[in-house]
């Protein structure tokens, strides 16, 4: 896979350890990654931002839209390069006994923002994304609020699973890198066969 030319260096400095590790999508993997400085020096970013931006204008959006926290970082810094309307969605706390499996990780936009989406052309965007999880979740939130979608768009994909599940969906995929990734849903993971400990960071 592409390492994705300067981006791919910010990606490599990047804090990241091995193990065995859950994901928020409910895959597992043994990769984790830490984003949470990515956007601390927002000048540093500034020419990927506008690399990824100018992928994301051929699509047409009228807003950008990423999920707390990381992608939403990036979506308000693609919004102001593109000039167009910027949105957030939150995770929504998990019901008390709700049924275990992939993708049940739920967003929505903030109430306040609700009566601005309709009818926008929304391209949601995460810095890094591997199965894709908050990324779906925000496109339901988004569509349950009367937007459409044009596009997702991340700075790096990990993987493949996320890009298979949206070219199933027609939806255009911008990113500026990838890698591969191992993922496992939790049935068929190589790591607990092996005995290896799940660690949640």
Same mark, same amino acid.
């Given at each position: 896979?592409?390492?994705?030319?300067?981006?791919?260096?910010?990606?490599?400095?990047?804090?990241?350890?091995?193990?065995?590790?859950?994901?928020?999508?409910?895959?597992?993997?043994? +990769?984790?990654? $830490?984003?949470?400085?990515?956007?601390?020096?927002?000048?540093?970013?500034?020419?990927?931002?506008?690399?990824?931006?100018?992928?994301?204008?051929?699509?047409?959006? $009228?807003?950008?839209?990423?999920?707390?926290?990381? *992608?939403?970082?990036?979506?308000?810094?693609?919004? $102001?390069?593109?000039?167009?309307?910027?949105?957030?969605?939150?995770?929504?706390?998990?019901?008390?006994?709700?049924?275990?499996?992939?993708?049940?990780?739920?967003?929505?936009?903030?109430?306040? &923002?609700?009566?601005?989406?309709?009818?926008?052309?929304?391209?949601?965007?995460?810095?890094?994304?591997?199965?894709?999880?908050?990324?779906?979740?925000?496109?339901? *939130?988004?569509?349950?609020?009367?937007?459409?979608?044009?596009?997702?768009?991340?700075?790096?994909?990990?993987?493949?699973?996320?890009?298979?599940?949206?070219?199933? &969906?027609?939806?255009?995929?911008?990113? +500026?890198?990838?890698?591969?990734?191992?993922?496992?849903?939790? $049935?068929?993971?190589?790591?607990?066969?092996?005995?290896?400990?799940?660690?949640?960071?």
């Amino acid at each position: 896979m592409s390492a994705g030319g300067v981006v791919g260096h910010v990606f490599d400095a990047l804090p990241s350890r091995r193990g065995h590790f859950a994901l928020e999508s409910g895959y597992h993997t043994d +990769l984790w990654i $830490t984003l949470d400085a990515l956007f601390v020096d927002p000048a540093a970013m500034a020419p990927h931002v506008a690399a990824l931006a100018g992928r994301l204008r051929a699509h047409a959006p $009228t807003a950008i839209c990423g999920p707390q926290l990381g *992608g939403a970082f990036l979506a308000q810094a693609l919004a $102001t390069e593109l000039a167009v309307k910027f949105f957030v969605a939150e995770p929504v706390p998990a019901v008390s006994g709700a049924e275990s499996g992939l993708f049940r990780a739920r967003y929505r936009l903030p109430v306040g &923002q609700v009566p601005y989406v309709r009818g926008q052309r929304v391209a949601v965007v995460d810095d890094v994304i591997s199965a894709g999880s908050s990324v779906r979740a925000a496109i339901a *939130g988004l569509g349950e609020a009367g937007a459409s979608i044009v596009a997702v768009g991340a700075l790096f994909v990990l993987g493949d699973a996320a890009l298979r599940h949206f070219a199933a &969906q027609a939806v255009p995929v911008e990113r +500026l890198g990838e890698r591969e990734l191992s993922l496992w849903p939790p $049935t068929e993971c190589a790591l607990c066969r092996a005995g290896i400990d799940l660690e949640r960071p």
